[in-house]
C-alpha cells in the first residue's frame, strides 16, 4: 500500500496539533498549580535569539494550514498572531485543526509534482509538491511544535516523551 499526500499530511498535521493542544492544558495547569505566572511560560525561549513559546505555537499552526492549504489550492484562514494567552492558543490550535478537517484527499492526493512558489525571507522559492511536504513544511512544523515542547519541559512542566508521541494509531 503507498502512502497518499493526505494521508502524509493532514492526519499528520491534525495529530501532532492535537498532542500539542495537550501539552499546553498541561502546561496551563502547572502554571496554576505552581502559582506561576502563565505569561512566564508564554514567553519563556530556550535561548534569546529563538522565538518564545507563543511564537512557535503559532508558526507550526502557520505551517500546518498553509502548507495543506497550498497543496490543496484551498484558501487559507490568516490568524492575527494576537494570542497572549494559553486559551488563545488553544482555540488558534482549534481553528487550525478544523480547516484541516475541510481539506479531502482528492484536494490533495496528486499534488507530489505541483509547482509550490513562495517566498521566505525575501528571497522567491520554488518546489515540487512531494519534496515541499517531506524536506520543508513537515521538518519545519516539528521543529516548531519539538521547541515549544522543549520549552515547556525546560521550565518545569511534568511532561514526557509520550505527551509529545501522543496516542499510538495502528
Do not use: C, W
Amino acid at each position: 500500500m503507498t502512502l497518499s499526500m493526505y494521508q502524509a499530511s493532514v492526519p499528520v498535521f491534525i495529530h501532532a496539533l492535537t498532542n500539542l493542544s495537550t501539552v499546553l492544558q498541561k502546561a496551563a495547569a502547572h502554571a496554576e498549580a505552581k502559582k506561576i505566572d502563565p505569561s512566564a511560560l508564554l514567553g519563556a525561549r530556550l535561548y534569546p535569539d529563538m522565538h518564545p513559546l507563543v511564537r512557535q505555537v503559532q508558526t507550526a499552526t502557520d505551517l500546518a494550514k498553509n502548507s495543506s492549504g497550498r497543496l490543496a489550492e484551498a484558501d487559507r484562514p490568516a490568524h492575527e498572531d494576537t494570542e497572549q494567552t494559553f486559551d488563545e492558543l488553544q482555540a488558534r490550535i482549534a481553528k487550525t485543526i478544523t480547516f484541516l478537517q475541510t481539506l479531502t484527499p482528492a484536494q490533495i492526493d496528486g499534488s507530489e509534482e505541483k509547482t509550490i512558489n513562495m517566498t521566505i525571507r525575501g528571497h522567491d522559492v520554488s518546489f515540487r509538491g512531494q519534496p515541499y511536504l517531506l524536506y520543508f513544511a513537515q521538518p519545519n512544523f516539528y521543529f516548531h511544535v519539538t521547541t515549544a515542547y522543549a520549552i515547556l519541559r525546560h521550565s518545569g512542566v511534568e511532561i514526557g516523551k509520550m505527551d509529545f508521541i501522543g496516542p499510538l494509531q495502528n
